[in-house]
């Protein structure tokens, strides 16, 4: 591990650490985690990153995501590497794969759509062809997932 | 089946056990009874046709109907909820059908009632009952809906009927002739839907001379007010009108089909010849509305 990364975002103790974010995407991840709760989450943002340029990062002390609840993450930065930290070392390190299903966070872009004029979580199929497609399942228009408007 | 929302959820087995149900229902073999039972016809967008449609189906099996109809409560207007309302209207009804400009809103009413809820036209989205009375008129005139060869004319684009049958047909294995003015052609999603599915289809500017291998020709209505410059529509309009003269070297077993209303996309020339098949189209409506209805209230 650099020096110049641990002075940049703290280590953590216990949790979970959200690596190469694609630059700029942090908030969004917040949101889509839910972690606006109670747990210390430190972010990082605009990193030098050997693997991805710039890169966000984010550290959520005291819990472990799963990585069914990570998944999420990657319709917004597919490159974002899942860690789990316990004592201060890697336990888990894995890629994120594409989720088949979200719930909210996602503002359906068809302004016709139930989900922009009742106070009605969007839901999304996501497909996982390449490119990456989701579809609304109200008003069933298709997106491509790099297109979606997350909610922030 | 529980609700009817969208062609999406049907599998082939139950289009054809629609099909057949309806087929059933026209030559009196089966006589659904829907006394006492009541349908509640939500119409937050008007559409004369299909309600009255709906409304007879219902009568014919001895039901009953109430109907709302108007622009209210699509939107977070003051006053009730659209959850709130729906749930109301569903204690009063056995089955809510419910046309609305807003899309999903079929989908999200059988979300927060019980009922079973038919979705008769959800904006630009999907149009269910549209399409299983068009698959139905299919099967009637052609003995089958396998490996057909359809032509699709008029507004291509914006129009959800063509949309949706084009979808059905091609898990049919149909292939097409998309005939419409150049800006308002097939959406490209859905010919990549289609190239996904191995699906084969051309597309041309003009009905003349492109009708005579085609076993349905499904006419649409171009609305004037697409075209930008009205002097456009002039020029075009001739090209997608169709007349008894383009008719004599059809198929014999050719039939042209239209949602109606009509405007003057068909010329009346075309009524009497035995071609002509968009008025029993209507009628099979009727009888594909029964068959919905008395699958999703269990009584057949
Ligand atoms: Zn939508």
Redesign the pocket.
């Known amino acids: 591990m650099s020096q110049v990364k641990t002075i940049k975002v703290n280590a953590i103790k216990n949790g979970t650490v959200i690596d190469h974010i694609a630059a700029g995407k942090v908030l969004k991840v917040i949101d889509i985690l839910n972690l606006t709760g109670n747990n210390s989450v430190m972010i990082g943002m605009n990193l030098t990153s050997n693997k991805i340029g710039k890169k966000d990062i984010v550290k959520i002390e005291n819990r472990e995501l799963s990585k069914e609840e990570a998944n999420s993450i990657a319709l917004i930065s597919p490159s974002a590497t899942l860690i789990i930290i316990n004592d201060f070392e890697v336990v888990k390190k894995t890629s994120l794969d594409m989720p088949e299903y979200i719930e909210e966070h996602i503002i359906?872009?068809?302004p016709?759509?139930?989900?922009?004029s009742e106070e009605i979580p969007?839901k999304?199929y996501i497909n996982n062809t390449e490119p990456a497609t989701a579809r609304?399942?109200?008003?069933?228009?298709k997106y491509l997932v790099e297109d979606l408007k997350i909610k922030i | 089946m529980k609700n009817l929302i969208s062609m999406r959820d049907l599998s082939k087995e139950d289009i054809m056990r629609l099909m057949d149900t309806a087929a059933k229902i026209e030559k009196g073999e089966i006589i659904p009874n829907m006394q006492r039972k009541l349908a509640a016809l939500l119409f937050f967008e008007p559409s004369t046709r299909t309600m009255f449609s709906f409304d007879t189906a219902m009568k014919r099996m001895n039901g009953d109907t109430i109907i709302m109809s108007g622009t209210k409560n699509t939107s977070a207007k003051k006053g009730e909820t659209f959850a709130d309302t729906l749930q109301t209207i569903a204690q009063y009804s056995d089955i809510i059908i419910m046309r609305s400009p807003i899309?999903?809103a079929a989908r999200y009413a059988a979300e927060v009632v019980d009922l079973p809820v038919v979705n008769a036209g959800d904006g630009a989205n999907q149009h269910p009952t549209q399409a299983l009375l068009d698959l139905y008129s299919i099967i009637k005139t052609q003995g089958k809906l396998e490996n057909l060869k359809i032509g699709l004319a008029g507004d291509l684009r914006f129009g959800r009927t063509v949309h949706s049958l084009a979808q059905a047909m091609a898990v049919f294995g149909a292939e097409f002739k998309f005939i419409s003015p150049s800006f308002l052609q097939m959406p490209d999603y859905l010919k990549d839907d289609l190239i996904e599915q191995n699906i084969k289809f051309e597309e041309f500017k003009d009905i003349e001379g492109n009708i005579d291998d085609l076993d349905i020709l499904y006419v649409t209505r171009i609305q004037k007010e697409r075209f930008a410059d009205p002097e456009d529509y002039e020029r075009v309009k001739g090209s997608y009108v169709l007349n008894k003269a383009m008719l004599e070297n059809v198929k014999e077993n050719f039939k042209v089909l239209h949602p109606l209303p009509r405007v003057d996309e068909i010329h009346i020339d075309v009524d009497d010849t035995k071609f002509a098949y968009y008025f029993p189209q209507a009628k099979n409506g009727v009888y594909t509305r029964q068959a919905i209805i008395s699958i999703l209230l269990g009584e057949v």
Not at chain 1, 112 to 116: L, P
């Open positions: 359906c872009s068809n016709k759509c139930i989900t922009n969007s999304y609304c399942l109200y008003c069933e228009k | 899309e999903g």
